[in-house]
């Protein structure tokens, strides 16, 4: 998953920097808001973790010109504030979420991966890459127009794969997208894209779903 947090304090900043990288996040910085907003239309990012007092412009000020542009990125607001008021002008601006200072950083870890995931059910339902079609609201798979028919956990796999079509997924962000409860050992991950390769690969003389060392799983952008 990748996150960016905007946040002015630098030690802060910078913790969450790596605590979030040590649960397998990609993650940016802007120490200001300004700054926030440019790395938040440039690039693709999951969520955006933005604290409300920033320098330059504001929290409130950032999210309502993020979604003036017509983003949907997940945004989680965070501040030392705390009442009401606040909460409600943020969810007002098109936040999707609060937290307030001080946080748990086990709640913050959860609702960023809640938040990632509501934002996933907003993506488009069908996925095609090259002569692979990926049917999210249909829970189907086709390959040059045949069916694959593969079990619940190797579809949730190659859907959220190629949603992220192109990009390095880790295990346990794949974990993360299971809900995998006990099931919580990434070899399992291991075991699923096998099965994936022997069914969408293998059969049609491909290699689209790659291991990139290190770093996870990428689904071939164009399907080969």
Request: charged letters at 25%.
């Amino acid at each position: 998953m990748r996150v960016l947090v905007v946040e002015d304090e630098r030690r802060l900043a910078l913790a969450l920097q790596h605590g979030l990288t040590a649960e397998g996040f990609s993650v940016d910085i802007a120490h200001d808001g300004l700054s926030g907003l440019a790395k938040a239309t440039e690039r693709a990012y999951d969520v955006v973790l933005l604290d409300i007092m920033l320098p330059g412009l504001n929290g409130y000020r950032v999210c309502q010109r993020l979604r003036a542009t017509g983003s949907d990125v997940g945004i989680l607001m965070l501040t030392a504030k705390d009442g009401e008021w606040d909460e409600a002008e943020a969810l007002d601006t098109g936040a999707d979420d609060y937290l307030s200072k001080p946080f748990s950083f086990v709640v913050l870890v959860a609702r960023l991966r809640a938040l990632a995931r509501r934002m996933g059910s907003r993506a488009p339902r069908r996925t095609v890459l090259g002569d692979l079609v990926v049917d999210s609201a249909a829970r189907t798979c086709t390959r040059g127009g045949v069916a694959v028919p593969l079990t619940p956990r190797e579809f949730a796999v190659l859907d959220h794969l190629a949603r992220r079509a192109g990009e390095a997924v880790s295990k346990r962000e794949i974990l993360d997208v299971w809900d995998s409860g006990a099931d919580s050992d990434p070899n399992t991950v291991e075991v699923h894209v096998s099965a994936l390769r022997r069914k969408i690969d293998t059969p049609f003389g491909r290699a689209a779903v790659q291991t990139v060392r290190g770093a996870g799983y990428r689904l071939a952008a164009d399907g080969g």
